[in-house]
């Protein structure tokens, strides 16, 4: 994590920029940059982030980091479905995309457990 403090950037899941404004012995105080002006009160983010299991960081240091997670957000669905109704991807194309995906069939096809 980067050398995180008063004045650095951040992200939220959206990809909305804040700056850090300030700290509590906790938590970060937020600006957001599309907050409405009528709330001018920043937001608070924990200093121990959270990631959650099933939807990776909700917070980020970089937008690099931001639009990463994005573009697993946006498409690591369609293409689970795409592949699944393919009817055109080869065995061989398959096995390639099931290794870079981490994918071991002895370890998470339970069909091959039954067996």
């Given at each position: ?32 940059s ?7 009160e ?7 982030l ?66």
């Open positions: 994590m980067p050398d995180i403090k008063v004045g650095s950037p951040i992200w939220n899941r959206q990809c909305i920029e804040g700056k850090i404004v300030g700290d509590t012995s906790r938590s970060w105080l937020v600006e957001w599309n907050l409405d002006p009528r709330w001018n920043p937001g608070k983010v924990p200093k121990k959270k990631i959650d299991e099933y939807n990776g960081p909700q917070y980020f240091f970089s937008k690099e980091e931001c639009d990463n997670q994005r573009y697993l957000d946006m498409n690591r669905y369609p293409l689970s479905q795409f592949i699944e109704k393919s009817r055109t991807i080869s065995a061989a194309n398959l096995r390639k995309i099931a290794e870079l995906a981490g994918y071991d069939p002895q370890l998470h096809n339970p069909r091959i457990h039954q067996r």
